[in-house]
């Protein structure tokens, strides 16, 4: 079962807006379109109506989009002011989000290729080097806890994941600092 995310207090911290960010990025859409779309590649989000019309709203005033001809319905276009927030988003949440409890750092992840190769690869071996910290904690615990697995199987769980995950994001900074790895322009 999943738990939603908590209830923002400020629409713009708000989990759809780095997503609809990232759609904009792409091309101008109305409001309609970003609900179709944000239900298409992010599901586990669970975009409601309301509340994407809500947030171009709040992400209108805020001068992060404007309107885009006269279309009717009228979509929207991501501003300058926008594109850097959307930026400076992809790396607070790929910092700061927990990866295990919190969907935004999924998201950021998934708009990794919109920031310079050299700074998604400091971000993602600076993350790595956290979850190996991790794994070195919990793996530390379970070798003083001398009680059995079954006892402590979902830390066995998490040790695990914590151990691929690091692997995982090294490998794909060493793999983008290559260049085997290019975001798509």
Do not use: C
């Not at 009680?147 to 793999?175: G, K, N, Q």
């Amino acid at each position: 079962m999943r738990y939603p995310d908590p209830v923002p207090t400020n629409a713009l911290d708000n989990p759809l807006v780095l997503p609809m960010l990232g759609l904009l990025v792409e091309t101008p859409r109305h409001q309609y379109a970003l609900l179709r779309e944000l239900r298409t590649r992010y599901p586990f989000l669970n975009p409601k109506t309301s509340t994407v019309y809500t947030l171009v709203g709040t992400l209108t005033r805020n001068g992060l989009v404007e309107p885009d001809g006269d279309g009717d319905p009228q979509p929207v276009r991501l501003t300058e002011a926008g594109l850097a927030d959307f930026r400076e988003r992809i790396e607070r949440q790929l910092r700061d989000a927990d990866p295990n409890l919190d969907s935004r750092f999924l998201i950021a992840l998934a708009y990794l290729g919109a920031l310079p190769p050299e700074r998604a690869v400091t971000l993602l071996r600076d993350r790595a080097e956290r979850v190996r910290d991790q794994h070195h904690e919990l793996s530390a615990t379970l070798n003083n806890a001398a009680l059995p697995e079954m006892h402590m199987i979902e830390v066995h769980f998490l040790v695990s994941r914590l151990e691929h995950d690091a692997a995982w994001l090294a490998r794909t900074a060493a793999r983008i600092e290559s260049g085997d790895l290019v975001p798509p322009r």
